[in-house]
């Protein structure tokens, strides 16, 4: 598929080739939904957790006589059946990560690019450079219209271009290897650099 490359004040820069099989597939909710959830189990803490039994801070004394009391049979009170006693089962530090195969996640990667295309928030454009002023680049954006936005460069992100966007709210810069199925469905708009377009192509053919 052809889409046309425009520059950072809206001139033309000519226009672009995508392959087809990364830009122009059908994309699965299935394939998308299981890449989104590794991912985001991926980065959880997991750093939650209860205090068991063994670690309330109770006596361990028995706290009253098996036998002869008409009440129900007790140990001590770090029971979880008392107040402030230890948790039954409760969670604990854990990694929330599990492993998804290379091929869907290379899948999920082109399907989200491809949604993207399809509903033609899809924008190439010549290079991410600037005079690294802030308020340059904020004018530029608000002209173009774009509001939540994420822009993939090539290898490495031009290092004037990430310094003026890093005020920007609604505006997030990545590498090409950065490129991930939550961040580009996340945004309104996809940008990519010609660059970056190469790099893509080079990451997932």
Do not use: C
Not at 40 to 57: C, D, F, V, Y
Not at 100 to 118: D, I, N, T
Not at 151 to 162: H, K, L, M, S, Y
């Amino acid at each position: 598929m052809k889409l046309d490359v425009i520059k950072l004040d809206g001139g033309s820069a000519g226009s672009v080739d995508l392959a087809d099989e990364i830009y122009d597939l059908e994309p699965r909710a299935d394939i998308l939904h299981r890449v989104v959830r590794w991912q985001r189990n991926k980065a959880m803490q997991g750093t939650h957790s209860t205090l068991g039994r063994s670690e309330t801070s109770y006596s361990t004394k028995k706290i009253y006589r098996q036998k002869g009391t008409g009440g129900a049979r007790h140990g001590d009170r770090n029971a979880p059946i008392f107040r402030k006693g230890g948790i039954y089962k409760g969670p604990k530090p854990r990694s929330h990560a599990h492993d998804l195969p290379k091929k869907v996640r290379r899948l999920g990667l082109m399907h989200a690019l491809s949604a993207k295309a399809r509903e033609g928030n899809l924008v190439v454009i010549d290079s991410a450079e600037t005079d690294g002023k802030t308020k340059t680049l904020a004018k530029a954006i608000k002209d173009l219209g774009w509001k939540r936005t994420l822009v993939i460069d090539g290898a490495e992100v031009n290092g004037d271009f990430a310094r003026a966007a890093a005020n920007i709210d609604g505006l997030d810069v990545l590498p090409s290897m950065g490129a991930n199925v939550y961040d580009i469905l996340k945004r309104d708009t996809l940008v990519i650099t010609k660059a970056g377009i190469e790099a893509l192509e080079a990451r997932l053919k």
